[in-house]
């Protein structure tokens, strides 16, 4: 049987003391805390939150980015992430402003998407992008934090030369199968060969494959999708994955809480027979 932690995503803006009660009523004990908004970085939030918190462990601040954001084919590669020039300052002190905030939490890793990497590494933009990526790498580094990719809008090999190209020895992956499958960026299983020791947390999230080039794959619960989650955790395994799983249901209400609570039981019945 296999002990890895699972946990859920959990915002900053949240009421921190219910959803501290919530997590102990699905009997977790981990989550990740998503922040979109740098203000709220403050040395006032991260006790306020480790006090909510208790004993629930924080696995990573899952840090957004100033400036319009999108999720699909056609406005996605212009505005997320690091990649567009315009938003590339901005975003590079939000990141580093993230980091503090995990250090004042005392929690080991920030992750994000860094936005669509060039395929092609002679792209004049490749080199500009590597560079703001390995600026906030090292601005981690200085504090003990690992940076983490959040895994979806590049493929595994552009992923993996991309950190091999920044150079820092804190560089990790937060590996969404999901994502890799509703981008059409890979399948989640195979992409494990690629990723292997870089992986540190994976999303607990299922999908689909797109079925038109403007539009992501949908998002389901998890067994509803084509994610192979006892490939991939075994897959996982065999490459000495021991980091955090957690779940991630993009809809809201009771609706999600009961696809948390499916997706929870699923891969505890995998761990066990691990």
């Not at 840090?63 to 084919?73: L, T």
């Not at 669509?116 to 003990?144: M, Q």
């Not at 994610?227 to 897959?235: G, M, R, W």
Request: with cysteine; charged share 25%.
């Amino acid at each position: 049987m296999k002990n890895w932690d699972i946990g859920v995503i959990l915002g900053i803006d949240a009421d921190l003391n219910e959803a501290a009660k919530d997590i102990r009523e699905l009997d977790l004990k981990t989550c990740q805390l998503n922040c979109w908004d740098v203000t709220k970085y403050t040395k006032e939030n991260a006790d306020i939150a480790k006090k909510a918190l208790g004993d629930i462990r924080i696995s990573s601040i899952w840090a957004g980015w100033p400036g319009p954001v999108a999720w699909d084919f056609w406005t996605a590669p212009l505005v997320d992430g690091l990649v567009p020039p315009e938003y590339r300052a901005i975003r590079i002190d939000a990141l580093k402003k993230a980091a503090d905030f995990a250090k004042m939490l005392g929690v080991t890793d920030i992750t994000t998407h860094v936005g669509f990497i060039p395929e092609n590494p002679a792209d004049a933009e490749y080199i500009k992008i590597v560079a703001a990526i390995r600026e906030v790498a090292v601005h981690c580094k200085n504090l003990g934090i690992f940076f983490n990719f959040e895994t979806g809008q590049e493929t595994p090999i552009t992923l993996k030369r991309c950190i091999a190209d920044i150079g820092t020895d804190n560089l990790g992956i937060n590996l969404d199968p999901a994502n890799l499958l509703m981008y059409g960026k890979a399948n989640p299983v195979d992409s494990v060969q690629i990723f292997g020791e870089y992986v540190r947390s994976l999303h607990i999230k299922d999908g689909e494959y797109p079925t038109n080039g403007m539009q992501l794959g949908n998002e389901t619960a998890v067994g509803e999708g084509q994610v192979d989650f006892k490939a991939l955790l075994s897959k996982l395994d065999a490459v000495g994955f021991d980091g955090t799983l957690i779940i991630e249901r993009e809809i809201e209400g009771a609706q999600q809480k009961a696809d948390i609570i499916k997706a929870r039981d699923i891969i505890r019945g995998l761990l066990a027979a691990m």
